[in-house]
């Protein structure tokens, strides 16, 4: 090799090492904005694409099935064992309910701020999400863990993410009020 050609194939080699180093920033911002920080879970912007990608298919048996959980009583938690407590809580919730989805290969657990965490079963009935809901609540009882109400929706009708969400949330928050820590709400 000539000179001149070392040369050329030191500015190519430059050229690949600047383009792998962008990539690799890439990774690790992609990594950021669909993964929680704290509890290693999905983010909601990783949760809202898996469930736009899982409403696209037609409904029907096995079409999504959607769960929304809170920790209950979060605030507290923080007042009286500080932020790291919550944070305690907040990942013991986190998992709990992967524990519980582990059945479910293409279960996406997600949190969604604050206390609110969301799994997604894309190809799981109602009936599949209440266990799940159910396990993850008693194993933190079990733990001695904070508690959870959570909400269990399923679409059957070909709802959209929004309205498979929203039927979710309204089933977390009457689990709430009755203290009874899962409900189950038709979607629609």
């Given at each position: 090799?000539?000179?001149?050609?070392?040369?050329?194939?030191?500015?190519?080699a430059d050229q690949l090492a600047g383009a792998i180093?962008?990539?690799?920033?890439?990774?690790?911002?992609?990594?950021?904005?669909?993964?929680?920080?704290?509890?290693?879970?999905?983010?909601?912007?990783?949760?809202?694409?898996?469930?736009?990608?899982?409403?696209?298919?037609?409904?029907?048996?096995?079409?999504?099935?959607?769960?929304?959980?809170?920790?209950?009583?979060?605030?507290?938690?923080?007042?009286?064992?500080?932020?790291?407590?919550?944070?305690?809580?907040?990942?013991?919730?986190?998992?709990?309910?992967?524990?519980?989805?582990?059945?479910?290969?293409?279960?996406?657990?997600?949190?969604?701020?604050?206390?609110?965490?969301?799994?997604?079963?894309?190809?799981?009935?109602?009936?599949?999400?209440?266990?799940?809901?159910?396990?993850?609540?008693?194993?933190?009882?079990?733990?001695?863990?904070?508690?959870?109400?959570?909400?269990?929706?399923?679409?059957?009708?070909?709802?959209?993410?929004?309205?498979?969400?929203?039927?979710?949330?309204?089933?977390?928050?009457?689990?709430?009020?009755?203290?009874?820590?899962?409900?189950?709400?038709?979607?629609?």
């Amino acid at each position: 090799l000539s000179e001149q050609d070392a040369g050329f194939l030191r500015a190519i080699a430059d050229q690949l090492a600047g383009a792998i180093h962008r990539a690799e920033l890439f990774a690790q911002v992609e990594e950021l904005a669909y993964t929680d920080s704290l509890t290693g879970v999905a983010s909601r912007r990783a949760v809202e694409l898996a469930l736009d990608e899982a409403c696209a298919a037609p409904a029907g048996p096995g079409s999504p099935a959607l769960i929304l959980c809170d920790i209950d009583d979060l605030k507290r938690v923080n007042d009286q064992g500080g932020h790291e407590a919550g944070d305690r809580a907040l990942c013991g919730a986190a998992e709990a309910l992967v524990y519980a989805a582990r059945s479910h290969p293409d279960a996406v657990v997600g949190r969604f701020g604050g206390d609110e965490f969301c799994v997604l079963l894309p190809s799981a009935t109602v009936e599949d999400a209440r266990a799940v809901a159910t396990d993850a609540v008693q194993s933190l009882r079990t733990a001695g863990g904070e508690r959870i109400s959570c909400g269990v929706a399923a679409r059957t009708d070909g709802e959209s993410p929004a309205e498979l969400l929203r039927a979710a949330d309204e089933a977390q928050y009457r689990a709430k009020r009755a203290g009874d820590y899962v409900d189950v709400v038709a979607a629609g």
